[in-house]
């Protein structure tokens, strides 16, 4: 296989280059070429044939951390806080790009929390140390580097898990779940008390993690009432959940 770069042969009188395509083809320079005539030759048998794939790969990789090391995930908000709210609060400890609040599609309110992607790596760090912890409105919310990027496997099923689930006007809310709580113990554990028609439990989007709470659909409202007299402040996996009207 011919190599990827050219190489120089130094002669009495001569420079020699024999060029990629053909080991065979050779081009004489006079060697009273000076190095500004060669610095030319030089850079296209560098980069003629490209950036090694190595390094077009490594600076994907670097660019994908600075993005993710920018965006914040700012949790426990309270649900009347706007966008524009959220950024006028951050943007005093730094430059922001974009602030997110989530809200719940079938509900129309908001799921206590949000994803502010800041202007700089240093803005991002800024915020975490001058927020996290702090309260905003009353209840003390949670600052950090959002989560890693669901792996391509953990797609279809949680895919499926959403399209799967079935909306009613018989609905409730359930918070304060265990992290370890799935769709399916949430659906068996409510079943108990009324004919569940779904459940599912909420992620941080783009993660496979809980978001710690979800919700559960019924039949009927005498299922709801059923529901929630029977099982606020009971508790799923070692903790207190909240049954309320979703």
Same mark, same amino acid.
């Given at each position: 296989?011919?190599?990827?770069h050219? $190489?120089? =042969?130094?002669?009495?009188?001569? @420079?020699? =280059?024999?060029?990629?395509s053909s $080991?065979s083809t050779h081009? =004489?320079?006079?060697m009273r070429l000076s190095? *500004?005539?060669?610095r030319?030759l =030089?850079?296209? *048998?560098?980069?003629g044939f490209?950036r090694?794939?190595f390094a077009?790969v490594a600076?994907q990789?670097? *660019?994908?951390?600075e993005?993710s090391? &920018? &965006?914040?995930?700012v949790?426990?908000?309270?649900?009347?806080?706007?966008?524009?709210e959220l950024?006028?609060?951050v943007?005093?400890?730094?430059?922001?790009? !974009?602030?997110?609040?989530m809200y719940?599609?079938?509900?129309?309110?908001?799921?206590?929390?949000?994803?502010?992607?800041?202007?700089?790596?240093?803005?991002?760090?800024a915020?975490?140390?001058?927020l996290?912890?702090?309260?905003?409105?009353?209840?003390?919310v !949670? #600052?950090n580097v959002?989560?890693k990027?669901?792996?391509?496997?953990?797609l279809p099923?949680l895919?499926?898990?959403?399209?799967?689930?079935?909306? $009613?006007?018989?609905? #409730?809310?359930?918070?304060? @779940?265990a992290?370890?709580v799935?769709?399916?113990?949430? !659906?068996n554990f409510?079943s108990?008390?009324? !004919?569940?028609?779904?459940?599912k439990?909420s992620?941080?989007?783009? *993660?496979?993690?809980?978001?710690?709470?979800?919700f559960?659909t019924?039949s $009927?409202?005498?299922d #709801?009432?059923?529901a929630i007299?029977?099982?606020?402040n009971?508790?799923l996996?070692?903790?207190?959940?909240?049954?309320?009207?979703?």
């Amino acid at each position: 296989m011919a190599s990827l770069h050219s $190489s120089f =042969l130094l002669t009495s009188n001569f @420079l020699s =280059l024999t060029t990629p395509s053909s $080991s065979s083809t050779h081009v =004489l320079f006079p060697m009273r070429l000076s190095t *500004t005539h060669l610095r030319p030759l =030089l850079l296209t *048998t560098r980069h003629g044939f490209g950036r090694p794939p190595f390094a077009a790969v490594a600076e994907q990789a670097a *660019t994908a951390t600075e993005a993710s090391a &920018r &965006r914040l995930y700012v949790g426990n908000i309270p649900r009347t806080v706007t966008n524009d709210e959220l950024a006028k609060i951050v943007q005093e400890h730094g430059a922001v790009e !974009k602030a997110e609040v989530m809200y719940d599609k079938y509900s129309g309110r908001s799921r206590r929390f949000a994803f502010v992607t800041m202007k700089t790596v240093e803005d991002a760090t800024a915020v975490i140390e001058k927020l996290n912890g702090t309260e905003i409105g009353g209840r003390e919310v !949670k #600052v950090n580097v959002t989560e890693k990027p669901l792996s391509t496997p953990d797609l279809p099923l949680l895919q499926a898990e959403e399209s799967e689930f079935i909306d $009613s006007p018989h609905k #409730v809310y359930v918070g304060n @779940l265990a992290k370890t709580v799935t769709t399916d113990t949430l !659906k068996n554990f409510f079943s108990e008390k009324g !004919k569940v028609l779904s459940a599912k439990v909420s992620r941080v989007p783009g *993660t496979s993690k809980s978001s710690g709470y979800g919700f559960v659909t019924f039949s $009927s409202e005498e299922d #709801v009432e059923a529901a929630i007299s029977s099982f606020n402040n009971s508790l799923l996996e070692g903790q207190t959940i909240r049954v309320n009207k979703a």
